[in-house]
């Protein structure tokens, strides 16, 4: 809970709406202590006084009664009837949607048609419906807000449990003898708990809203009883001689419902797991770069000095790329090898500075690209080196292919970014890259979609996108990770053929040691952010120095050789 509490105090908007809604809740609260007048009482005399009136701070209304007397209880009434809403409808609601999710079925059909025929209704009419059958009356609004709300609960909750129910952990559950209920209530409910509690949260403010609406026309609060909705109606009648009787508590609905929604959207992202290192807000065209760093002088390829990556944290910065230093010249192949969140994959992403920024930030060092100094480039001249002069072949094409264009679309896309080309010129130079990476049918295969392919046909779509302008760096992350044995060796010759044929530079991201030794003519080794060792590949391997190097070396599966000891965790690197 604390550290929830701080993620939900970090978001500064979330924060204000926090401080306000403990202002108005605290007054609401202390309503029967606070010195105020009787909010029923009448005064004709004293009518329509204006705000800062002595004995009537903030005025009287049409019939004399104190405006913020009304204002403090009416205030009370309205978060009561609202927060009252909001819980019924998200009980029953998820109710509703967690048995419609779960079991399926015959049930699911039923209890889904009647919520699509209450959902029929504009949810205004649905509850104006509900007041007009049972009258009016603050009581008859809570419940008509409550029918209105329902099925916003109950199809949000249905989606999330229809998710679950098909997942391993639920089959495990079912095989081990748990019953339904129990499994509906200790393995799904709390996976859906998130849900009702951010779908809540967001939706108890316009509940608050709406009871105010159904007071406004007359149909919840009654007099003299005193709520928001009330009080905007009886303001309505002397908006022109007193504007401050509807103002000030339309101010307030206001304040209320505004803070209402910025803590919700405050709270979903601080329960968002994927959201721990703090809200990002949204990700720049490049990664940002500290002031003052030094300028990279030129270099023949590709030259990085001294890169430190950080990543933003409630508790400080965290560095996830430390002091590396790393050189790729033309036609050549370097690995960068490492166990797993070693740091590889920030460093690649970190050439073209395509870490997510924020919370990314390079606070040190310099990469040069020939004459260009990558640190100091503009985003405008960053997009035009991207897929130009470096290009990148990701790990997962399914997911970096675009999955509603077709992969020859896709690849043409990637060519009349960056050349001045007519749309067929531009597909006659994907069929090309499709047949020079060795695609079947490279006529008619760029007609597919890319969940159509198989994975080591995505994977050279990805190399022939890459390939498209010609560049003179290819940064290869885990390209061969999610491949069989045979297709992992077909991309390995393709892209060592391509190397040679075209004189790229290749940096080539692994974990595989058996990998790196095929394709790479130096290896860089990884742990920590760090690069504790580096040299010429069949060196390196055949004596290798540091017990990281040695470790991913003994991980390699040898046929026919059984492991001689379990592995063991190898020591962090030391600065």
């Given at each position: 809970?604390r550290?929830l509490a701080?993620r939900l105090l970090?978001?500064r ?5 926090l401080?306000?809604?403990a202002?108005?809740?605290a007054v ?10 009787d909010?029923?009482?009448t005064a004709p005399?004293?009518?329509l006084?204006?705000p800062f009136t ?7 209304d049409?019939l ?7 204002l ?10 609202g927060l009252a ?8 609601g998820s109710?509703?949607?967690l ?5 399926g079925g ?9 919520i699509d025929?209450l959902m029929?209704?504009p949810?205004l009419l649905?509850?104006l419906?509900?007041v007009?059958a049972l009258?009016?009356?603050?009581l008859?609004?809570?419940y008509?807000v409550?029918v209105?709300?329902i099925p ?5 909750v249905?989606?999330a449990?229809?998710a679950l ?8 559950a079912?095989?081990?003898?748990m019953g ?5 209530l200790?393995?799904?409910l709390?996976?859906v ?7 809540a949260s967001t ?5 608050i ?6 007071s406004?026309?007359?149909l ?9 909705g009330?009080?905007?109606?009886e303001?309505?009648k002397v908006l022109?001689?007193?504007p401050?009787v ?5 101010l ?5 419902v505004?803070?209402?929604n910025l803590i ?6 601080a329960?968002?797991?994927r959201l721990?290192?703090g ?12 002031p003052?760093l ?8 590709l030259a990085?000095?001294?890169?430190t990556?950080?990543f933003a944290?409630p508790?400080?910065?965290a ?6 230093s790393?050189?790729?010249a033309?036609?050549?192949c370097?690995g960068l090898?490492?166990e ?5 994959s ?12 924020p919370p990314g930030l390079?606070r040190g060092?310099?990469?040069a690209?020939?004459?260009?100094d990558?640190?100091?480039l ?6 035009r080196l991207?897929?130009?002069?470096i290009a ?8 970096t292919?675009?999955?509603l264009?077709?992969?020859g679309?896709?690849v ?8 001045v ?8 130079r994907?069929?090309d890259l499709?047949?020079?990476?060795m695609?079947?049918e490279p006529?008619?295969i760029?007609?597919a979609?890319?969940h ?13 996108m ?9 940064v ?9 044995v045979?297709?992992?060796a077909?991309?390995l010759?393709?892209?060592d053929?391509l190397r040679r044929?075209?004189h790229?530079?290749?940096l080539?991201i692994?974990?595989?040691?058996g990998?790196?030794?095929r ?5 860089a ?9 580096e040299?010429?590949?069949r060196a ?5 120095r ?6 991913l070396?003994?991980a390699?599966p040898?046929?026919g050789?059984?492991?001689s000891?379990?592995p ?8």
């Amino acid at each position: 809970m604390r550290a929830l509490a701080a993620r939900l105090l970090e978001n500064r908007l979330a924060a204000g709406g926090l401080a306000v809604m403990a202002v108005v809740g605290a007054v609401a609260l202390a309503a029967p202590l606070l010195p105020l007048a009787d909010p029923n009482a009448t005064a004709p005399a004293a009518r329509l006084l204006p705000p800062f009136t002595p004995g009537a701070w903030l005025g009287t209304d049409a019939l004399g009664r104190d405006l913020l007397a009304r204002l403090v209880w009416g205030t009370r009434v309205s978060l009561a009837v609202g927060l009252a809403a909001a819980l019924l409808a998200a009980l029953v609601g998820s109710a509703i949607g967690l048995a419609a999710g779960f079991l399926g079925g015959r049930t699911e059909t039923i209890l889904m048609r009647v919520i699509d025929v209450l959902m029929a209704f504009p949810y205004l009419l649905l509850a104006l419906a509900v007041v007009a059958a049972l009258g009016p009356g603050l009581l008859n609004a809570l419940y008509a807000v409550v029918v209105a709300n329902i099925p916003f609960f109950a199809r949000t909750v249905r989606g999330a449990a229809a998710a679950l129910r098909g997942r391993d952990f639920v089959e495990a559950a079912r095989l081990s003898g748990m019953g339904e209920t129990r499994i509906l209530l200790t393995e799904v409910l709390p996976n859906v708990m998130p849900v009702i509690v951010i779908t809540a949260s967001t939706t108890v403010g316009w509940m608050i809203l709406e009871t105010a609406g159904l007071s406004f026309l007359g149909l919840g609060s009654q007099p003299p009883q005193a709520d928001l909705g009330a009080m905007l109606g009886e303001g309505r009648k002397v908006l022109i001689t007193a504007p401050a009787v509807a103002a000030v508590p339309g101010l307030v609905v206001f304040l209320i419902v505004m803070s209402l929604n910025l803590i919700g959207d405050g709270l979903r992202d601080a329960l968002d797991p994927r959201l721990r290192g703090g809200t990002p807000g949204r990700p720049g065209a490049a990664t940002r770069v500290a002031p003052g760093l030094a300028p990279a002088a030129p270099a023949e390829g590709l030259a990085v000095r001294d890169l430190t990556v950080a990543f933003a944290r409630p508790e400080g910065a965290a560095d996830a790329v430390r002091g590396v230093s790393l050189a790729v010249a033309p036609g050549e192949c370097l690995g960068l090898v490492g166990e797993s969140g070693s740091g590889k994959s920030v460093t690649a992403h970190a050439v073209t500075r395509l870490v997510a920024s924020p919370p990314g930030l390079i606070r040190g060092g310099t990469i040069a690209f020939r004459d260009d100094d990558l640190l100091a480039l503009p985003p405008e001249g960053l997009r035009r080196l991207r897929g130009r002069r470096i290009a990148y072949v990701f790990q997962d094409p399914l997911t970096t292919l675009h999955p509603l264009m077709r992969v020859g679309d896709q690849v043409a896309e990637a060519i009349r970014v960056h050349r001045v080309l007519p749309a067929r010129a531009a597909r006659t130079r994907t069929r090309d890259l499709f047949a020079a990476v060795m695609l079947p049918e490279p006529e008619t295969i760029g007609l597919a979609y890319p969940h159509e392919l198989s994975g080591g046909q995505r994977q050279r779509v990805a190399i022939a996108m890459a390939l498209a302008n010609d560049p003179d760096l290819i940064v290869a992350d885990e390209p061969t990770t999610a491949l069989d044995v045979t297709v992992q060796a077909e991309i390995l010759d393709l892209l060592d053929r391509l190397r040679r044929e075209r004189h790229l530079a290749i940096l080539f991201i692994s974990h595989d040691v058996g990998v790196v030794r095929r394709i790479c003519d130096r290896v860089a080794v990884m742990q920590g952010g760090r690069i504790v060792e580096e040299g010429e590949t069949r060196a390196l391997l055949a004596a290798p120095r540091h017990p990281v190097t040695r470790g991913l070396i003994a991980a390699m599966p040898v046929l026919g050789r059984r492991r001689s000891a379990e592995p063991r965790p190898v020591p962090e690197a030391r600065p």
